[in-house]
């Protein structure tokens, strides 16, 4: 099935008791017995909710994978893969992480036992010095935020499985339509579907898929045990998202395409990362792992200074200055004083991240209309 067709159909079936095409919202917290026991496959909403399991069904059919785990946000996805691990278990990461994902793992489990490495895995073969007969996973997202490096996953698949670890990818970035991580050979696929899934900045939701069903049941265990569950009209708007995101993702593509080549030729802006430039240090991989390059962006300016991008920011009338990414509609952020404003300044300027860089969520606009607005704020 093309992807186009996939993301309409795959997983979902008309509802059984009434055959209303669209899901509905099964806004319920138990499900009546015929007699103890004698359930139709629900009994508490916790546990399973039909809006949910056909969501579920929907993410591993986009994801090309078996099992749909989800949850009340990305976090709390990434939280629950984290408890299938023990004390002393060790898990290597990217240092270009998302912020959220380094503190629960820093401040969250580290204390708990588990051990974390943060290290750069833009080449591949690197990671192979980290291993230990502890290592248990190595964990990674690419493209990375908000640099847009890029990390080649099939690398990574088979340095984890020589080792016997597992390779789990937050894809948030790409979305199942521009990358799909297990055909790549890495074991789980964790989104934010808050993101690019969602795609209209009205819910908060995560996700699991894996093609192996003992990770699959254990997260279902947890899933249930911990109860970190999403409601069925958070469902329901991920369901609705969910059909257009191949279409929204063309649109993203072409835009990002766009302003990354204007920024580029602007003569206020210094520096444009974005991985659809063949001279990107991962453009060859990006190229192969990915079905286009997306509409995350970040540039430098010439004047690198806070005061410069705050300038910069607080001009902009389309772009809002927000955090977040991947809805509709076009955002723009500062991490120096936005998302990484906890990170010492003298550790970020050293991770890349310049006073004045400024992100971009390049939204489904017209591109005329953004490139206007950015020029306008520029000047
Ligand atoms: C937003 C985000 C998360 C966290 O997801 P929430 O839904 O906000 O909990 C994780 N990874 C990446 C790359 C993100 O952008």
Redesign the pocket.
């Known amino acids: 099935m093309k992807a186009a067709t996939k993301f309409i159909h795959a997983g979902v079936h008309p509802d059984p008791s009434t055959g209303a095409i669209m899901t509905p919202i099964y806004q319920t917290s138990t499900f009546v017995q015929d007699g103890p026991g004698k359930h139709k496959g629900y009994e508490y909403a916790r546990t399973q909710n039909p809006t949910r399991t056909q969501l579920q069904n929907a993410l591993a059919a986009a994801e090309n994978g078996k099992y749909g785990i989800s949850f009340s946000?990305?976090?709390?996805?990434?939280d629950t893969l984290l408890k299938l691990f023990k004390p002393g278990d060790e898990i290597i990461s990217t240092n270009d992480l998302?912020g959220?994902?380094y503190r629960l793992m820093r401040k969250v489990w580290e204390p708990y036992g588990l051990k974390f490495r943060f290290i750069d895995m833009s080449e591949a073969g690197t990671i192979s010095s980290y291993i230990t007969p502890a290592t248990k996973m190595i964990w990674l997202?690419t493209p990375t935020?908000p640099l847009i490096r890029i990390i080649d996953i099939k690398a990574c698949a088979a340095i984890a499985k020589q080792a016997g670890a597992l390779l789990a990818v937050?894809n948030?970035?790409a979305s199942p339509y521009l990358q799909n991580p297990l055909d790549l050979g890495a074991d789980i696929v964790?989104h934010?579907?808050?993101?690019y899934i969602g795609g209209h900045s009205d819910v908060?939701?995560?996700c699991i898929i894996t093609n192996d069903k003992e990770i699959a049941d254990q997260l279902y265990f947890l899933q249930n045990a911990c109860g970190a569950v999403p409601g069925p009209q958070d469902c329901f708007l991920l369901l609705r998202g969910l059909k257009t995101l191949h279409v929204r993702m063309q649109r993203h593509c072409e835009n990002g395409e766009q302003i990354a080549h204007f920024l580029r030729r602007h003569s206020k802006v210094n520096k444009v990362h974005w991985c659809g430039f063949e001279d990107h240090p991962g453009y060859a991989i990006a190229k192969a792992q990915m079905h286009g390059f997306g509409g995350m962006i970040s540039f430098e300016l010439k004047d690198n200074t806070l005061a410069a991008a705050e300038r910069v920011l607080s001009s902009t009338k389309l772009f809002a200055c927000a955090e977040?990414?991947?809805g509709v509609e076009s955002l723009i952020g500062h991490p120096a004083s936005m998302t990484h404003a906890s990170i010492p300044r003298a550790e970020r300027i050293a991770n890349g991240l310049a006073d004045s860089l400024i992100r971009l969520s390049v939204g489904i606009e017209d591109a005329d209309d953004l490139k206007a607005d950015l020029e306008q704020a520029l000047g």
């Open positions: 946000s990305g976090l709390a996805a990434t998302y959220g994902t997202e935020n937050d948030t970035f964790m934010s579907a808050t993101k908060v939701h995560g977040s990414l991947g």
